[in-house]
């Protein structure tokens, strides 16, 4: 009986991370031509994720979107990217066209030789 749940456990994580992706996607599609939708479709995205306890990547998922407003971030339409330093630290601001929140994200420059 141990070896159906798991399997059924990991049916329902294939599930959910193909429902997920498929609202990113869609929302990615209607980004630029329809923000309206897009939003909505990150909005149902992020609320299932929170719903099913399911961790989103952060670095190609939670980083690309507005947490306020919903709003796909591209550089010179809905988002305005800075590079600040601050006291030797260097911070990346994002800045939503829409409803004027920042999100500010820490950074350290490689440095190659």
């Known amino acids: 009986m141990k070896k159906s749940t ?3 456990n990991a049916v329902k994580e294939e599930i959910i991370q193909s429902r997920l992706e498929y609202l990113w996607n ?5 980004g630029t031509t329809i923000p ?5 479709y990150v ?4 609320e299932m994720g929170k719903r099913l306890n399911y961790r989103l990547d952060s670095h190609t998922v939670k980083r690309y979107f507005c947490k306020k407003c919903y709003t796909i971030w591209i550089p010179g339409k809905t988002v305005q990217i800075r590079q600040t330093r601050h006291k030797k630290r260097r ?8 409803c004027e929140r920042c999100k500010r994200y820490g ?5 190659s030789q």
């Open 6 to 8: 798991k399997r059924s």
């Open 26 to 30: 869609a929302a990615l599609s209607y």
């Open 36 to 40: 309206g939708i897009s939003r909505y």
């Open 43 to 46: 909005a149902i995205m992020w």
């Open 91 to 98: 911070r990346v601001i994002y800045t939503c066209l829409f």
């Open 107 to 111: 950074f350290s420059p490689s440095t």
